[in-house]
């Protein structure tokens, strides 16, 4: 009898957890775990995969990209009625699964705001019999928090409910207690197991001289119309492709369209985005944990400008510990306009190759394997 894997993942602004989590999934089932998803964000094509059952809970989404609150698909701020309708099916979930493996992505060190029905199904899970193996699956880099109490918080959340912290990154690159100060409380439950990458494709046929991309798009619209206005501003005869990312608003992506040279090719989103970074001569980004694997198996030239709106820190951090390896050229996104980005690139275009990333990328089939094995030892 194969084990049950039950995978929460919540999406609040772009898609790179849902994304990450995605991959896992698949190396989950691949490796024999009968994997059950379950999502809450807004639905994204292709996620969370075909090879997992998928559960989707009424979705909820951040408010604006400082995550000031939380509202539902048609914009309504969240109530205590939509909380438990969510709740009410997510425990109901965990019950008819009974999983051997309970994951829940980002929390207790991320997704705070999801309290409201992680707290019950943890707490569901603890009671259950029998009880099955709790990890959390964070990327490398953590949020940093200001506000006093939080870590604390956090921590208290791993000593109470997990049983293993599982850290999608090489250590070698950035450790957990670099930006959670407070992991050496658990250090028996940390486990790195690798950057979670896509394989390697092959090169696309179809090569683009620059490849910009904006992640998910909803908090990329001053890199795409910077992107654009850089494209006026070189030479023409470079080619480019802009991905401007499925949840970039309509207005933004039309103007994008309307005002795109006859050398850049303006798409939403490009399933063969791997490909084309593998044929690239350059990069340009921002620096989100997904983007930044598929820079880094493609191995090509890389401009990053990193997300730093509403405090936040990870995407930044990321970015520096890249070009102090001599992997990227970095633009703060404060300031950014199309003459800056045009700059940066014809830097990077004129520059070195990029130095070779010594970095594990096979993080999702290290995750299956040690989660596997726990399972068996667990039995």
Sequence with gaps: MSRRVLFYVQHLLGIGHLARAGRIAAALADAGLSTTVVT????????????????????????????????????????????????????????????????????????????????????????????????????????????????????????????????HGDPRFVRIEETFPLAGGFAEKIVYTGLVSAPRPAPSPERFDIVVSAGGGAAGRDLV???????????????????????????????????????????????????????????????????VCDVLQAGCRSVLVPFASGGETEQTVRAERLAARGLAHVVPEEGLTGAVLAKAIEGALAGAPPATADLRLDGARQTASLLQNLAQRRR
Aim: glycine share 8%; aromatic share 8%; with cysteine.
């Design 40 to 167: 809450g964000g807004m639905p994204v094509p292709g996620f969370p995969g075909p090879s997992v059952d998928h559960v989707s809970l009424p979705p909820i989404t951040a408010a604006d990209e400082g995550f000031s609150g939380l509202v539902d698909a048609e914009g309504r701020p969240v109530d205590a009625i939509f909380e438990a309708r969510r709740r009410t099916l997510l425990i109901d979930t965990f019950r008819e699964t009974a999983p051997d493996i309970l994951i829940i992505e980002a929390f207790p060190f991320g997704r705070r705001q999801m309290r409201f029905e992680l707290l019950p199904l943890l707490d569901a899970a603890a009671a259950a019999t029998p009880r099955p193996l709790i990890a959390t699956s964070v990327r490398d880099i953590l949020q940093e928090r200001t506000k006093p109490g939080r870590n604390e918080e956090s921590a208290a959340l791993v000593a109470r409910y997990f049983d293993r912290v599982l850290v």
């Design 225 to 291: 119309a910077a992107a654009v206005d850089a494209s006026r501003l070189l030479d023409p005869a470079l080619s480019w492709c802009l991905v401007t990312g499925p949840n970039l608003a309509q207005a933004e992506f039309d103007a994008a369209l309307a005002r795109a040279p006859g050398n850049l090719s303006v798409h939403r989103f490009r399933r063969d985005f791997g490909a084309l970074l593998a044929a690239a001569g350059l990069s340009v980004s921002q620096a989100g944990y997904n983007t």
